[in-house]
Nanobody, 124 residues
Framework: QVQLVESGGGLVQAGGSLRLSCVAS????????MGWFRQAPGKEEREFVA?????????SYADSVKGRFTISRDNAKNTVYLQMNGLKAEDTAVYHC????????????????WGQGTQVTVSS
């Protein structure tokens, strides 16, 4: 089992920045690829945002966030981060981190463990 707890969400004006954190406990953190997904208001599906490999050497981004968001991880702290710059109103969502044994998975079905999420609200 892997337990994931996100933090760092909040209310920010358009153009602002936030850094989300996700702390993992349980099994060896460095054994898992990590991803960030988001679920916008009124939408049922979780949208892929970014993924990072076990070592942190590889990353993948959704086109909608490429160039604005950066995913990183610190295996010594069992933590994955999502730095979000240039936030837009359409980035408003609940952001979830997730863990997978796969490499740079972009589909939510490929992730076995999920956090409860942290709310990000961007005012325009």
């Amino acid at each position: 089992q892997v337990q994931l707890v996100e933090s760092g969400g909040g209310l920010v004006q358009a153009g602002g920045s936030l850094r989300l954190s996700c702390v993992a406990s349980g099994r060896i953190f460095s054994s898992y690829g990590m991803g960030w997904f988001r679920q916008a208001p009124g939408k049922e599906e979780r949208e892929f945002v970014a993924a990072i490999s076990r070592s942190g050497g590889g990353a993948s981004y959704a086109d909608s966030v490429k160039g604005r968001f950066t995913i990183s991880r610190d295996n010594a702290k069992n933590t994955v981060y999502l730095q979000m710059n240039g936030l837009k109103a359409e980035d408003t969502a609940v952001y979830h981190c997730a863990a997978t044994l796969a490499y740079l998975k972009t589909e939510s079905a490929g992730y076995a463990y999920w956090g409860q999420g942290t709310q990000v609200t961007v005012s325009s």
